[in-house]
């Protein structure tokens, strides 16, 4: 008995030294479980007018900070004891966000604030108020990312720079609870995760992951080097040798009537394509007078279906073997060519070197954004410097709500469609998500990202949306395949009904709209002849 209450002594001691570690490696962390009002201070300045809530998550007991009105801009923010370095060790930026209603346009994205300049109040918060990073879910039109943006004091020049990482992952579409993850390593790496999951990973000093880069180029194109006047630029020339052959006819027709061709036996000449339908009657509340002559719908003569064809008969149209069109002179090449002009480089006077990246601290935690939805929640807003310590978070506070969400979810599809077509198109709409993130499609991200969105409102057209983003992915392949200097034309878009994406009108108009189009779509009771 003594020695089991030994080790449970050690390993009491065990776990109070694991939360104590864990405590000594959070920096800061809000769980909203209390109040807001005290720790986070709403924006007085007059474009904020967005009312923020202390507010069940929904189907939760969890609290969290909620955006309550629609089409509004909100500005709320919470100033840090003492400022973060993220110079020294690895730095964990992680939060929790719920789109309730959904989102088709808006931002649910954290703006950890640099120190700001002295007399500085949290009440005048706005999007002037300079930060250090920017990371979270933005969708909106053809945006749909989760933004992560550095803040860099250029040395030479002392200007900041916006540094956008190339190619984010996308925002899950559902009205699920997500956790976004930035670990900020000290090896320069940065990796983005989403649900604990690996979206993207990146290094903060190469040109290949930020744009603009870090690191700005060694030379620039020289501002004051101009074209020469007698520059020339055409690699290819008409040539002013050529003669237009004597016999080449300019007017002849691309098509002529095919001479040799014979009538069908067994056409119908008599017999039009349409005939009245025999089985229509006037409707008994037709007033000629107001809604003139009546005349019967038409249908297909059923005895042009056994027939070649019914109607006059005409010769078909054959290609013209003596078209040319018209005459040009043949190309040559130029005997001035000079290549494609390129102003001359110079140094690059805002060059400079760096080992790693000069960060700013995190001196508040903000959230400036402006939405069409109401419905936004966010939870559980970490920063620490164990990525071991926001693993355990999602662990405890995001997973066994996603799991409960998840499961809801999933009978609701079963219960809207017994044979489960609503979860396959769920599925089917999150891998080509995923196919719009991979880095070759990067081109044609924007069509892949509005082509899954229309599909998702207008789920009848998916198979026509996976066949364009299909043909989007063969063209892309086979340039990177058989090189070329033209592109391929891609037809991407689906017959769709289109529906507004006017930020300042929202979902509601498009809805609007859509209800006119189909007040209007129904087939008309009477027919008049036109007059």
């Known amino acids: 008995m003594g020695r089991f209450a030994l080790l449970l002594l050690l390993a009491f001691a065990s776990f109070q030294a694991l939360c104590f570690a864990a405590d000594d490696d959070t920096v800061f962390y809000d769980s909203f479980d209390e109040p807001f009002d005290g720790r986070w201070i709403v924006s007085g300045k007059d474009d904020y007018k967005g009312v923020w809530k202390h507010s069940k998550s929904e189907g939760h007991d969890d609290y969290g900070l909620l955006v309550s009105e629609k089409a509004r801009k909100y500005a709320i923010v919470n100033?840090?004891?003492?400022?973060?370095?993220?110079?020294?060790?690895?730095?964990?930026?992680q939060f929790e966000t719920r789109f309730q209603n959904g989102l088709e346009c808006g931002g649910a994205y954290l703006k950890y604030l640099r120190p700001q300049e002295a007399g500085w109040k949290a009440k005048e918060f706005d999007n002037e108020s300079p930060y250090s990073i920017m990371f979270g879910p933005d969708k909106c039109g053809a945006t749909n990312k989760?933004?992560?943006?550095?803040k860099h004091k250029n040395p030479k020049s002392g200007e900041y720079v916006e540094h956008h990482l190339k190619y984010p992952p996308s925002v899950p579409s559902d009205k699920l609870s997500h956790v976004y993850t930035a670990i900020l390593k000290p090896d320069n790496?940065?990796?983005?995760?989403?649900?604990?999951?690996?979206?993207?990973?990146?290094?903060?000093?190469?040109?290949?992951?930020?744009?603009?880069?870090?690191?700005?180029?060694?030379?620039?194109?020289?501002?004051?080097?101009?074209?020469?006047?007698?520059?020339?630029?055409?690699?290819?020339i008409p040539d002013p040798n050529a003669v237009k052959p004597d016999d080449w006819d300019e007017d002849a027709p691309m098509e002529i009537e095919d001479v040799e061709a014979v009538k069908p036996e067994g056409w119908l000449d008599d017999e039009p394509e349409e005939i009245d339908d025999p089985e229509a009657a006037k409707p008994e509340d037709w007033d000629d007078e107001e809604d003139g002559e009546w005349e019967a719908p038409k249908i297909d003569n059923p005895k042009c279906e056994t027939a070649p064809g019914c109607g006059e008969w005409k010769r078909p149209m054959k290609m013209n073997p003596a078209y040319k069109g018209k005459w040009s002179a043949p190309l040559i090449d130029n005997p001035n060519y000079k290549g494609i002009w390129k102003p001359q480089e110079i140094p690059n006077p805002d060059y400079f070197e760096l080992d790693?990246?000069?960060?700013?601290?995190?001196?508040?935690?903000?959230?400036?954004?402006?939405?069409?939805?109401?419905?936004?929640?966010f939870d559980n807003i970490l920063i620490?410097?164990?990525?071991?310590?926001?693993?355990?978070?999602?662990?405890?506070?995001?997973?066994?709500?996603?799991?409960?969400?998840?499961e809801k979810q999933k009978a609701e599809d079963e219960s809207t469609d017994s044979d489960g077509l609503s979860g396959v198109q769920k599925n089917v709409f999150d891998v080509l998500y995923k196919v719009a993130d991979i880095p070759f499609l990067s081109e044609y991200k924007l069509q892949i990202l509005d082509l899954i969105e229309k599909a998702e409102k207008q789920p009848n057209i998916t198979i026509g949306v996976i066949v364009s983003i299909l043909v989007i992915i063969l063209t892309v392949l086979f340039r990177l395949l058989f090189g070329g200097k033209k592109q391929p034309k891609v037809e991407t878009k689906p017959e769709v009904a289109e529906t507004s994406n006017n930020q300042s009108t929202g979902g509601e108009k498009a809805e609007e709209e859509e209800e006119e189009k189909e007040g209007t779509a129904a087939p008309p009771r009477r027919r008049r002849r036109d007059t």
Not at 395 to 400: I, N
């Open 146 to 150: 989760v933004h992560f943006i550095l």
């Open 356 to 377: 790693k990246p000069d960060f700013e601290p995190i001196a508040a935690v903000g959230i400036e954004i402006w939405t069409m939805q109401d419905g936004i929640l």
């Open 189 to 236: 790496e940065v990796r983005i995760l989403i649900d604990g999951e690996e979206k993207k990973k990146a290094n903060f000093l190469s040109a290949d992951d930020f744009e603009p880069p870090l690191i700005p180029a060694k030379t620039i194109p020289d501002p004051d080097d101009k074209k020469p006047e007698d520059w020339d630029e055409r690699a290819k």
């Open 384 to 406: 620490a410097k164990n990525d071991k310590v926001a693993e355990s978070y999602r662990e405890t506070t995001w997973k066994p709500k996603f799991e409960v969400e998840k």
């Open 79 to 93: 100033e840090l004891n003492e400022p973060v370095s993220l110079k020294d060790g690895s730095i964990v930026l």
